[in-house]
Every structure is written in C-alpha cells, then in structure tokens.
C-alpha cells in the first residue's frame, strides 16, 4: 500500500455545472487541500487532521472562491490551524480584492504563506515543491511526496503531482521533475477539436495531456479542471498510454 488518498470534490474548470463543482482536491491524510474552488464545501466530513493546508495553483476564482465558505466549513468541524499557500502576488491579489471589505466583511481565520521562496518545504511531514506554469497571469504545478509512516512500514511514500490551468509545458527539466509519479492529476480542459481555443486560453487539449503523460510516465493520469458545457471523452486510441487514465469526476475517491 502507498499514502496516498485523494478525494476529488470539485472537477469541473470555470464554472459549476448540474454534476461538477469547480477546482479542489483533499487528501485528508496530510490535510491538504489542492485549490479551493466551490467543491470545497464538501470538505468538513472529510477531516482527519487538525491541521489545514490549501495549496493555490493560481488565483483565478475558479480556483480560490471557495475560500470564502471557509467560515462555515471551519464551524462545522473546527480545526487548529488553517494555513493558506500560494505566490506571494496571487495571495496579495486575493486578500485585497476577494476579501475586500464591500465582498467579505469578515476576516478569515488563515494565515497567508508566500512560495516565492520555498523551492522545496515540509508540509507536516509531506514534502512539498512546485514549478511556474504558462497561464494568464501565470499559475503553479505542485509535486507532493508523502511521508514514510513509521507507524505501517508496510506503506511506501507516494509522489502526486497537480498540474492544473497550463498550456502544458515542454520544457525538459519541468518534465523531469513531473516524471514518475504514482498519480498524475493533469488538467485538460478542452478535447482535441478545441486546440485552438486550449491554446488561447492557456490550457490543455488531451492529445496535449497524453503527449505530457507519454513523457512523464506516471502510474496512473487523472484528467481534470473538465469544461463545464462539454464533457470529455476518452476514445479507444487514448487507451493506448501505458497507464490507467481516468476522468476525474466529483466524489471520485482515488487511493493507492
Ligand atoms: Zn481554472
Ligand atoms: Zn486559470
């Protein structure tokens, strides 16, 4: 068995639709949350910890609005600590407008912690580090690695990377540092009739994606940030990756 567990509570890019929920993930085992669009609001069952952690790819509000349901979800089941991390501009941008007093009169209880100048930190034992990615405005790939548990030797460390709102990137040593991960959890936003739009947008086609995956060679891809008014599919050649390639959906529960 690996350390791995990730609920996935809200698939869907941009908006919300009748079947998805916008940007988040949570592993309640570290007690970390990768963006926090409106699937957060599925979070308070899923706590394990007393410890938050939410991870910022970018501070599109897709990704971030869910912060603002963060009082309810803290009252619900409270938790010691609520840390919020991202690029120190990203965070800046969030407190000063999503938080601003005519949108959220209310002070949050987290504490904001600037990445610029973390290549590689410690997250309660899960090690953390992160790459820029070509996206308006620019967004951040995350590499998690979780810990060795003394407590079940029996249990291996696991890597996670969480590559969302890219172009995709082709850069060797970006490729380099997303190789080999037990859970490749990639966006891909748009299917291949939609390159064009993809490219302008700064996301993912799946020929794009698989391409990234051929590269990378994860253990198993999970695609997400799925476009909220065209549902992709997979087709037989897709199959042909050496790896499981899933589709994320909300409520998909994936562990290792
Ligand atoms: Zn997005
Ligand atoms: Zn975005």
């Known amino acids: ?16 639709n ?3 929920h916008t940007s988040c993930y949570f592993l309640p085992k570290c007690g970390v949350l990768l963006d926090a669009g409106t699937g957060i609001f599925r979070l308070p069952e899923l706590i394990e910890t007393d410890h938050l952690d939410i991870l910022l790819s970018h501070a599109h509000l897709d990704h971030v609005v869910g912060l603002t349901f963060l009082l309810d979800i803290l009252y619900q089941r409270p938790v010691k600590e609520v840390r919020v ?24 209880p987290v504490t904001w912690h600037s990445i610029d100048e973390k290549p590689e930190w410690d997250l ?27 407590s079940s030797p029996s249990d291996s460390a696991a890597v996670l990377l969480y590559v969302t709102d890219t172009l995709g990137t082709e850069d060797p040593a970006t490729l380099q540092w997303m190789s080999g991960a037990d859970l490749l959890m990639h966006e891909c936003n748009f299917d291949d009739q939609n390159q064009k739009w993809a490219e302008k947008t700064g996301h993912c086609y799946l020929k794009k994606v698989l391409d990234i995956a051929r590269q990378t060679q994860p253990q198993r891809l999970l695609l997400t940030h ?3 008014i065209a549902e992709l599919e997979l087709n037989d050649e897709d199959e042909l990756l050496e790896c499981p390639i899933q589709i994320a959906t909300d409520g998909l529960h994936v562990a290792f």
């Not at 068995?1 to 919300?16: D, S």
């Not at 990203?90 to 009169?105: N, V």
């Open 226 to 228: 799925i476009n909220p």
């Open 1 to 16: 068995m690996k350390t791995l567990e990730v609920h996935c509570l809200g698939t869907a890019g941009y908006h919300p």
């Open 18 to 20: 009748e079947s998805r």
């Open 124 to 150: 309660h034992g899960t090690t953390m580090s992160w790459r820029p990615q070509e996206h308006p405005g620019g967004s951040v790939a995350y590499r998690l690695e979780t810990p060795q548990l003394e």
């Open 85 to 108: 991390w991202g690029q120190a501009e990203k965070l800046a941008a969030i407190q000063e407008h999503l938080f601003h007093e005519s949108l959220f009169p209310v002070p949050l």
